[in-house]
Each structure stands twice: as structure tokens, then as C-alpha cells.
T-cell receptor, first 116, second 112 residues
Framework: ETGVTQTPRHLVMGMTNKKSLKCEQHLGHNAMYWYKQSAKKPLELMFVYNFKEQTENNSVPSRFSPECPNSSHLFLHLHTLQPEDSALYLC???????????????FGPGTRLTVL | SQKIEQNSEALNIQEGKTATLTCNYTNYSPAYLQWYRQDPGRGPVFLLLIRENEKEKRKERLKVTFDTTLKQSLFHITASQPADSATYLCALLMDSSYKLIFGSGTRLLVRP
């Protein structure tokens, strides 16, 4: 276990549904991330939160909406998704890279999302 | 444009041999490079970090080299075991953006 948990592990949803992914980290980190991983493609950074503030939005469509209520929790709200959004969604956390000079990331197990 | 390349073909080796994986990059000036291991259906797990001013880093059976002139990192697993079978990802961090950029990974298969 890396200290980062994600729920649910698997999710199947229709294009008109609304669902949320949850991530929790027990490492005392300040930064949290959402990544998308599609087959045969590199990890795509979606959002970065540092001390609860969003510092990066990597041109993600508005049908993905992140929320970070505190440094330990991160949500990804999903609505009106498309089949091409089917992928593994990974959450990660790290200490503040600007402070530590490194950015070793600790990943959760991911949520396997299928959009029908 | 900026690019990270890892061999997309799986590396298939015999147990006990040394596995060598390659990470090449173009148009980057990374502050450091990391290697992660990812098992099917799981998140990546951090293995090693090497900074731009370091040539080599070791950890148990793992060794990483970093050649900023060639813009290449090599990742070696000595005395490989079937349990080493996984996908290995390299990731670069740019000083300016403090954002990690990942390669697409190379799958390693170690035959018993």
C-alpha cells in the first residue's frame, strides 16, 4: 500500500450519468494530482492541487470537475462523459516539489472507468 | 516539440540475465529523471531518482544512468526474476514547471 486510496476501483457509467471519484492520502503531503491513463499512451496529467489550490489544469474538458476540500482529499466529478473518456484514472500525492526540490509521487491503485 | 521515448515493444529475457530499458528525450532540460514500476491494474510505484549532475544511481539490483549529452537514461535490473515482470515508466521533471512528464513505458517479461 502506498498510503493513497481511491474509490471506487471500477466504475461503469452511461453518458448521461453523474458520478464522482474519490482519492484520499494518508501521507501528510501537500500536493495532489489526477492523471488519466489510456491504453498504450503515457500518463496524462489532468489537474494539480497544491495546498488545496488548483495550480494546473491541463486543458481538461469541463465535463471533468475536480474538488479539493482539504490537503488529504481529492475528488473528480464526472458528468456527460464520452466513450473515449474510458480509461484508468489515477490519483497521486507528493510533498511540495518547490520546497523539497523533488517530486516523487505516490499513486493510488486507480479507478477503471468505462463509459457506455 | 518535447518528447519522451521508451521502447513500446516488450522486452523478453531469461531469468538471471540483466534487463536494460531505455528512456530517450528530446527538447527537454530536465532537473532530474525518475523511474517507476507499474503492475497491471495498479498505480505506478516510485523506484529511483537521478539528478542531472549524477551519472549513476544504484539501489539493490537496480541501476540507473543519466547522460544529459545523449539525452538518455538507462535502467538496469541485474539477476532478473519473474517477479520483476512489469511495465517500467520513466518520468522527467523540468525546473521551470515542476511538472512530471511520463513516458509511455516499456513492458518487461522475465521468463523462468
Amino acid at each position: 500500500e502506498t498510503g493513497v486510496t481511491q474509490t471506487p476501483r471500477h466504475l461503469v457509467m452511461g453518458m448521461t450519468n453523474k458520478k464522482s471519484l474519490k482519492c484520499e492520502q494518508h501521507l501528510g503531503h501537500n500536493a495532489m494530482y489526477w492523471y488519466k491513463q489510456s491504453a498504450k499512451k503515457p500518463l496524462e496529467l489532468m489537474f494539480v492541487y497544491n495546498f488545496k489550490e488548483q495550480t494546473e489544469n491541463n486543458s481538461v474538458p469541463s465535463r471533468f470537475s475536480p474538488e479539493c476540500p482539504n490537503s488529504s482529499h481529492l475528488f473528480l466529478h464526472l458528468h456527460t462523459l464520452q466513450p473515449e473518456d474510458s480509461a484508468l484514472y489515477l490519483c497521486a500525492s507528493s510533498q511540495d516539489p518547490i520546497v523539497t526540490g523533488t517530486d516523487t509521487q505516490y499513486f493510488g491503485p486507480g479507478t477503471r472507468l468505462t463509459v457506455l | 516539440s518535447q518528447k519522451i521515448e521508451q521502447n513500446s515493444e516488450a522486452l523478453n529475457i531469461q531469468e538471471g540475465k540483466t534487463a536494460t530499458l531505455t528512456c530517450n528525450y528530446t527538447n527537454y532540460s530536465p532537473a532530474y529523471l525518475q523511474w517507476y514500476r507499474q503492475d497491471p491494474g495498479r498505480g505506478p510505484v516510485f523506484l529511483l531518482l537521478i539528478r542531472e549532475n549524477e551519472k549513476e544511481k544504484r539501489k539493490e539490483r537496480l541501476k540507473v544512468t543519466f547522460d544529459t549529452t545523449l539525452k538518455q537514461s538507462l535502467f538496469h535490473i541485474t539477476a532478473s526474476q519473474p517477479a520483476d515482470s512489469a511495465t517500467y515508466l520513466c518520468a522527467l521533471l523540468m525546473d521551470s514547471s515542476y511538472k512530471l512528464i511520463f513516458g509511455s513505458g516499456t513492458r518487461l517479461l522475465v521468463r523462468p
